[in-house]
C-alpha cells in the first residue's frame, strides 16, 4: 500500500482514440477527404496500398470505421461506466477545413466537436484533444506537395486558432503531432505528413526539412494557444521505440544510442527549444540539409511545450551483428530472446515503460503522460462479450511497472490513456480484426456487422483499476 501513495488524485486514467480510425461518416458533416481516406485496408506484413483517388468497389477502413461519428454518446457513456477521469482523441482537420486551404471553417465540423465535448463534461470526463494524429486534408498533398511546403505551416496554425478559439472554455489539455518521430522512423511517411519520397529527390534533405515545418507548426500552435487562454496546456507527442543493446559489446551500445537520436530529435526541439547537438549529429549521419528562415529559433524558443506525451507498446534490440527482425507497425528492430510477442509480433515489454519513463524523464523534467499503451489481439466474441484475459494480464503488468516509476523512481505523471479503448481500425494494417479495446464493436473487415458495443471482462478489470486510483494492481 505504501508504494501506491504518490499515483496522483487527479491522475487522468482514461483511453484514447484517433478520428481516421474512430469516426467513420468520412464525408458527413461537410467533411474533406483526409490521407487516411484513400488508404486501403492490409494484413499483417503487407503494406497499405494508398489510392490517388478513391475507387468505386473497394472498402477504405476510415470511410465508416467504428462510426463514434453517430455513436458518440454511447461510447461516452461506455468510457463513463468504467470512470474514465480523460479521454484522448483527435480533431479531423478535415471537419474543420476540409480542403485545408478554405478561407471559412466547417460550421457543421466544429458543432460537433462541441456537441462531443459538451458530452465528456457532462460525465466530469476531461478531453485531451490532438490537433494532428495521422491526416490531414489530402487536397493539401495534391496542391501544395504536403509538408515540403512551408505554407503548411500557415495552414496548421489558422486551423490550430480557429479551434483553440473555439473550444479554450471546454478543452485544456492539447498535444500537436501525434508521434511526430515517427517521420524518420517510418520509411514511408504517409500517416505522419502525407509523404511518399519520391526518386528524383534527396529523401534526408526532405525528412529534414518536413520535421523542421512540423517543429515550427507545433512551437507556433503553443504560443498561439497560450495568447488565447494561458491556462492551456499544450504537449508534444512521441513514440517511444525503447531499445536495448543487443549484447554488452560497446559497439552495440553506440548504434542502441544512434537509433534513439531519431527519436531525440524531437524531443529535444519540442523540450529545448532549439535544434541540440544530438539533431545537429543525427542531420550530420543522414547528411541531409534544410532551411531555416530568420525568426525561426525564436519560434522553436518560444514555442517549448508545457508536457510530454508518448506512446508506449514494444521495445527492441540492436546490435552490429544479423538479428532476427521484428516489425511494429513503424518500427523495426532485433528480436529480444527474453520477451514473449503478439500476434502481430510486437514484442510484450512491461518493464520497458518503466525504463522509458525513466530515460524521457531523465532527460526531459517535463511532465509526461502516457497517451498510448495497449495490445492488438484477435478477440473471440461469445455470447455478447469477450473473456480477454491476455489483454488485462498485458495491462496489469504495463501498468504495475508504470506504478514503479511514478512511486519508487519519482516521475512526475499525468496521466495514462489506454490505446483504442473502444474497438477502432488499426493505423498499420487498417484491420478491424485487430482489437484493442474494452468494449468489442461488431463490424469485421469486410465492413460486416451491426456496429453494436459491448464491453469485455477488461471494461470491469479497468473500471475497478480507476475506481481503486490503481490501488488494486
Ligand atoms: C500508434 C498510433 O502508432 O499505434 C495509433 O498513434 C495506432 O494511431 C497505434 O493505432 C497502434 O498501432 P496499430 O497499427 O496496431 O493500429
Not at 559489446?249 to 523540450?271: A, C, I, N
Not at 469485421?444 to 453494436?452: A, F, Q
Request: aromatic fraction near 14%; proline fraction near 3%.
Amino acid at each position: 500500500k505504501e508504494e501506491l501513495k504518490n499515483v496522483k488524485k487527479r491522475f487522468f486514467w482514461g483511453g484514447a482514440t484517433a478520428a481516421n480510425q474512430f469516426e467513420g461518416a468520412y464525408l458527413e458533416g461537410g467533411k474533406g477527404l483526409s490521407i487516411a481516406d484513400v488508404e486501403r485496408g492490409a494484413r499483417h506484413g503487407v503494406r497499405r496500398q494508398i489510392d490517388e483517388n478513391i475507387q468505386e468497389g473497394v472498402l477504405y477502413p476510415s470511410h465508416n470505421a467504428s462510426d463514434f461519428y453517430h455513436h458518440y454518446k454511447e461510447d461516452i457513456a461506455l468510457m463513463a461506466q468504467m470512470g474514465f477521469k480523460c479521454y484522448r482523441m483527435s480533431i479531423a482537420w478535415t471537419r474543420i477545413f476540409p480542403n485545408g486551404d478554405d478561407e471559412k471553417p466547417c460550421e457543421e465540423g466544429l458543432q460537433f466537436y462541441d456537441d462531443v465535448f459538451d458530452e465528456l463534461h457532462k460525465y466530469g470526463i476531461e478531453p485531451v484533444v490532438t490537433l494532428h494524429h495521422y491526416e490531414m486534408p489530402l487536397a493539401l498533398v495534391k496542391k501544395y506537395d504536403s509538408w515540403r511546403n512551408r505554407k503548411l505551416v500557415d495552414f496548421a496554425v489558422k486551423y490550430a486558432k480557429v479551434v483553440f478559439e473555439r473550444y479554450k472554455n471546454k478543452v485544456k489539455y492539447w498535444l500537436t503531432f501525434n508521434e511526430i518521430n515517427a517521420l524518420f522512423i517510418n520509411p514511408r511517411p504517409w500517416h505522419q505528413a502525407g509523404i511518399i519520397y519520391r526518386y528524383d529527390e534527396n529523401e534526408a534533405d526532405v525528412k529534414l526539412q518536413v520535421a523542421h515545418h512540423q517543429l515550427l507548426a507545433s512551437a507556433l500552435t503553443v504560443i498561439e494557444g497560450h495568447k488565447i487562454n494561458p491556462d492551456f496546456q499544450i504537449g508534444c507527442m512521441l513514440i517511444y521505440p525503447l531499445t536495448y543493446a543487443y549484447t554488452c559489446k560497446p559497439s552495440d551500445q553506440v548504434l542502441t544510442r544512434e537509433k534513439m537520436l531519431k527519436t531525440y530529435y524531437f524531443g529535444d526541439v519540442h523540450v529545448r527549444g532549439k535544434y541540440t547537438n544530438t539533431c545537429r549529429s543525427y542531420a550530420q549521419m543522414i547528411n541531409g540539409h534544410f532551411t531555416m528562415e530568420k525568426g525561426d529559433e525564436d519560434i522553436l524558443k518560444e514555442g517549448t511545450v508545457d508536457f510530454l506525451a508518448f506512446s508506449y507498446y514494444f521495445s527492441q534490440v540492436e546490435s552490429d551483428e544479423p538479428l532476427m527482425e521484428v516489425v511494429g507497425n513503424i518500427a523495426k528492430g532485433g528480436r529480444n530472446p527474453y520477451l514473449e510477442i503478439t500476434a502481430w509480433d510486437w514484442q510484450i515489454d512491461p518493464i520497458g515503460l518503466r525504463i522509458s519513463l525513466n530515460n524521457l524523464y531523465d532527460r526531459y523534467q517535463k511532465p509526461l503522460f502516457i497517451v498510448e499503451n495497449g495490445m492488438g489481439a484477435i478477440d473471440k466474441f461469445e455470447n455478447g462479450t469477450v473473456h480477454d484475459d491476455y489483454r488485462i494480464d498485458y495491462l496489469q503488468k504495463h501498468l504495475t511497472e508504470m506504478k514503479k516509476a511514478v512511486d519508487i523512481d519519482k516521475v512526475d505523471l499525468m496521466g495514462y490513456t489506454m490505446w483504442g479503448c473502444i474497438d477502432l481500425v488499426s493505423a498499420g494494417t487498417g484491420e478491424m480484426r485487430k482489437r484493442y479495446g474494452f468494449v468489442y464493436v461488431d463490424r469485421d473487415d469486410e465492413g460486416k456487422g451491426t456496429l453494436k458495443r459491448y464491453p469485455k471482462d477488461s471494461f470491469y478489470w479497468y473500471k475497478h483499476v480507476i475506481e481503486t486510483n490503481g490501488e488494486s494492481l
